[in-house]
């Protein structure tokens, strides 16, 4: 198992659970908002409106692996609030404090509050190449693209 350390930043509540696996099989760890003490109240996301939502953590990922920030299911069925980059990639040289860009996709307000669970984290491994020119062989799809597979979409 792959350790991902975690610092609390300052002004962030430590009695907030860090992330966590809500099953044995859950491949993603929930994470809360953790507003600063003036911001507890949480805020509003108007139908359409997006925010970063601070989590009140800073983490250090081993290299060779990110942490992928993904949506709720169920915030995304229920409220159409979801992750504005999903996934959005950590990678492991960062060391700045963690925030989720929530979007409220939905047709109604929604309020974030201190303490919610916002968003997954899944962490993943990494494989890096090398981008060279050159001549592409060729493939029985080519150029297609866009639907070009068949079926409704």
């Known amino acids: 198992m792959t350790s991902i350390v975690i610092a609390w930043l300052e002004g962030a509540d430590r009695n907030l659970p860090p992330p966590a696996y809500q099953t044995a099989g859950a491949a993603g760890a929930d994470v809360c908002a953790n507003f600063p ?5 949480g805020i509003w996301l ?3 409106a997006r925010a970063l939502v601070p989590t ?7 290299e060779g692996f990110e942490v992928q920030v993904r949506p709720r299911s169920g915030l995304a069925l229920k409220h159409g609030v979801t992750v504005a ?4 990639t ?9 925030g ?4 409220n996709a939905g047709d109604a307000p929604f309020h974030v509050g201190h303490g919610d669970r916002i968003a997954q984290l ?3 491994p990494v494989v890096q190449a090398r981008f060279e020119a050159g001549a592409l062989g060729q493939s029985a799809r080519g150029a297609g693209g866009f639907g070009s597979t068949g079926g409704r979409g």
Request: glycine share 14%; proline share 11%.
């Open 37 to 41: 003490e003036a911001g507890r109240a």
């Open 46 to 48: 108007a139908p359409g």
């Open 56 to 62: 009140g953590l800073a983490m250090e990922i081993p």
């Open 85 to 88: 980059n999903a996934p959005g």
């Open 90 to 98: 950590i990678d492991s040289d960062y060391r700045g404090p963690l």
């Open 100 to 103: 989720v860009i929530l979007l």
């Open 122 to 124: 899944v962490v993943a």
